[in-house]
Nanobody
């Protein structure tokens, strides 16, 4: 069983930056997708950024050029560097890991989720 723990959320003004981190414990999957989803009040959950264990990084169009997902080494925490933040980026951000899917965008393939960390961007 994989357990995920997020950290790094907070409140910033528009244009600011935050870095989220996700630490995984337990046995991961052989081929997996891992990344970040977010959900704002009254809105559907949406995918933000993902890595594929066999190679590949995917971003939602809304964050391309502003967010960077990276992991220094396998089995080290997964990070999401968020720059040029906008008020519409405000949401609860969840780290998740699961079975591989095209572009890692299928939320139903994610088997393990963190509890989330809040990001609030003020205008």
């Amino acid at each position: 069983q994989v357990q995920l723990a997020e950290s790094g959320g907070g409140s910033v003004q528009a244009g600011g930056s935050l870095r989220l981190s996700c630490a995984a414990s337990g046995n991961t999957y052989r081929n997996y997708c891992m990344g970040w989803f977010r959900q704002a009040p009254g809105k559907e959950r949406e995918g933000v950024a993902f890595i594929y264990s066999a190679g590949g990084i995917f971003y939602d169009d809304s964050v391309k050029g502003r967010f960077t997902i990276f992991q220094d080494k396998v089995e080290e925490p997964l990070h999401l560097q968020m720059n040029s933040l906008k008020p519409e980026d405000s949401a609860m951000y969840y780290c998740a890991i699961g079975l591989a899917s095209p572009s890692c965008g299928d939320a139903t393939r994610y088997l393990n989720w963190g509890l989330g960390t809040q990001v609030t961007v003020s205008s």
